[in-house]
């Protein structure tokens, strides 16, 4: 794989899960890791894998020997650690590290991570320029709704399509000359009722530190203008912004002043003060109360040539959120509704409906697709009309179910499959490594598996009598028959016959048998932590992508019991709950 593919696919490769290899929590003392890498090392020394008539066998041990003294290395090390516990794998393999400090704290080492990646990654942000574009379609449907009076008896109304009355596109581009500074050049195009017009900006920012910047822009369109702002934080909870601009008009410069001084007031509610002096002097207070499920905002603003009040509130959903907002003032009265979905990782379709007096009534379409917007603003009635409010809220509705349901939901089911398979080439290599690990780790495990299943049915303990990891839906429709020979409580051992070879696996599911009963404690007890468990010895990703459960049935003081749990989910048996 090539830098620029191994670096596109980054994000797709599975890491590997010390913890869960190990088998220990996250929180495990040093005393707990130590103990279980000890436990791994008896199961995997070369030197108890030493046979002549395989020589292959030795070797597949100091393989999974080294895996274990590689988790144990990390995981023992406070240093190492703290910097996998904060950036996983990816942070110890970044070069810079030996000039950190041993004693730092994860959240000290998080952040010198971000300083060494921000070193490494220069040359690729100064290549960036992070094109950003918009485009706004204005529509006019008034003809629909709106009546008139014709003196005329033979005039018929006829249906008109709708009239495009101005269209607007914006893009800018970015440039990064070093890390602190940003270069954006930007340009408009509009045309309205068959005018044009244009204009574009070029502008400057520069990082002053974590706590402020400063930027400069020049742009030239209806008249040259000159702008300059500054942003600082002030405290903790308390940060500032000023600008200033000057604008060249035909009666000569219009300076604009504005400032913002915002206070963090809660933990989800900030509150701010912006002064407006010179054009359309104006002042405006604000109150945005945000949390993971509602957003809220309030603004009060006295001004030349309108005043007004605003209040709006969002309920934020699983993929969207549903808005509705009020605004009164000089100019009259709008209520606006509306709701936003979220179609992908990166798209998003919004549409709101503003009913105002004088306004009267419109409808916008908003469709953002990563950094590019789509707006259509629509005007339906020039006054209140019942019917522009009815068919503006119904036909986005019933439109959006159409679409979904012959475009988006097809071109995900397009995508999800193509990301699967993108993560299963990505991950190939890798999961025919671990694929191989898992089957000589079970080879290795036999004389292990044998002897803790000859403890266990001495002590009438913990047997188990069949384990299956693989996609969740095989799993929960596999059926194991109670009055199996496997699972009988005869005179059948799992010593002399394992418990998966007279069954069919599942597809993609992987037969677990042995690595589990040879995870059980002395105590007649099997723990396994939170965390993916294709990590575990004796494991693998059968069905990358998929979403996976683990079945385990099993034997406790001659009972048959049986469980299934989620991928991730810690387990605990025996458990009085499982017995069949």
Known sequence: MDEDNAEEGGSLLEEEDYYMFLNVPRTATPEEVTAAYKKLGRLYHPDKHVDPDNPQKKQEAEILFHRAKKAYDVLIDPHRRAIYDSLGVKGLKTEGWELVQRTRTPAEIREEYERIARQNEERQLQQKTNPKGQLTVHLNCTDWFDTYEYDDPDYIDEFRLPEVSGVSLQQS????PTLRDCTTLAGQANTSNGVGTGSFAVTWRRLLGPRGWVESEFSAGSGPTLSLRAFRTLSKHVFGNAGLTLQATDRGIAPVLQSTLAMQLSKSTMGSLVWRAGMASSMTVSITRDTPSMHFVSMLQFGIPHSFAFVAYSHKLKDGKI?????????????????????????????????????????????????????????????VVPAAIFYGTVIPVLGWLVVKGLIIDPYLARE???????????????????RREAESSINLMQQTYARICSDEEKKNGLLIIIAVYGVASNIDSFSIPAGSSSSSSGNVSPVAMPAGQNREIPEDCIDVTIPLQCLVQQDSKLYLVEGS??????????????????????????????TILEDSEALTIPRQGHRL
């Open 416 to 434: 999800k499959l193509a990301e699967k398979e993108k993560q299963r080439q990505a991950n190939q290599t890798r999961i025919a490594q671990k």
């Open 173 to 176: 581009v970015e440039a990064h």
């Open 533 to 562: 468990k294709n990590e575990l010895p004796g494991f693998y990703d059968p069905c990358i992508g998929e979403d996976k459960k683990l079945l385990i049935q099993y034997k406790f003081r001659g009972k048959l019991h049986e």
């Open 323 to 383: 808005r509705v907002g009020v605004r009164g003032g000089t100019f009259g009265i709008q209520v606006e509704y509306g709701a936003e979905k979220k179609v992908s990782q990166y798209s998003t379709v919004s549409a709101t409906m503003t009913v105002g007096i004088p306004t009267g009534v419109s409808l916008k379409i908003r469709v953002v697709r990563a950094s590019y917007t789509f707006s259509f603003p629509i005007r339906l009635s020039e006054e």
